[in-house]
């Protein structure tokens, strides 16, 4: 039982690190560019999801028939959790350590169902007790960033693949009219320092 609860443990700590990694390849290789004939995640992220959402004002929600496009559609997460649990099954077959898959499918479900209720909340803010918490205000930052720079910041719940696959932006690179509320960080570039007038 020990080893099984033990198994479990390590499943959910690398479940949340590669779902990081899967969140990430997702998002830059299927939502932001077609792959052959299979256009449906493309379609309707970059071309559907950024066009109503910028980094402006249009960050929130707008015209409400325009909420059906945050969220994913209700069958993507069955799949999408089953595709990034699926390395740790075969792993659980090969060694025999059942809770691995377990706890990775856990983690998988957990960062699954974090995606879809962060991201809603982002474009659609109410002041929610999570979005008072100062990791969703990072967090919500860091998506701010990806609605202006498309080709970085692809994490939305844990940026540990933006960080070691160098996609990672903490600011912008120029001024730009960004979204404002009191859940989102100002990511502005930072001022550079007046230069030091001699007294003479």
């Known amino acids: 039982m020990m080893t099984f609860v033990f198994w479990t443990a390590v499943g959910i700590c690398l479940g949340c690190a590669f779902a990081s990694f899967f969140e990430w390849t997702l998002h830059r290789f299927l939502m932001h560019r077609p792959l052959w004939r299979f256009r449906y995640p493309y379609e309707r992220h970059a071309l559907i999801h950024h066009r109503i959402f910028k980094a402006d004002h249009t960050y929130h929600l707008v015209n409400e028939q325009d909420k059906k496009t945050i969220p994913m559609a209700w069958w993507n997460g ?3 959790i089953t595709l990034s649990a699926s390395p740790f099954l075969v792993i659980a077959i090969l060694s025999r350590k059942w ?3 377990c706890g990775a499918a856990l983690a998988c479900m957990i960062y699954y169902a974090a995606y879809e ?10 002041k929610r007790y999570v979005e ?3 990791i969703f205000f990072r967090l919500n930052g860091h998506h701010l960033l990806h609605h202006r720079y498309m080709n970085r910041n692809f994490n939305v719940v844990c940026p540990l693949a933006d960080l070691f696959l160098g996609t990672l932006l903490l600011r912008s690179k120029v001024c730009f009219k960004q979204a404002t509320c009191s859940a989102l960080p100002n ?3 930072k001022t550079q320092p007046r230069p030091a007038v001699a007294v003479i």
């Open 78 to 80: 069955p799949v999408l």
């Open 99 to 101: 809770g691995l898959v």
């Open 117 to 126: 209720y962060i991201h809603w909340c982002m474009h659609l803010p109410k």
């Open 132 to 134: 008072r918490s100062g």
């Open 187 to 189: 990511v502005q570039p």
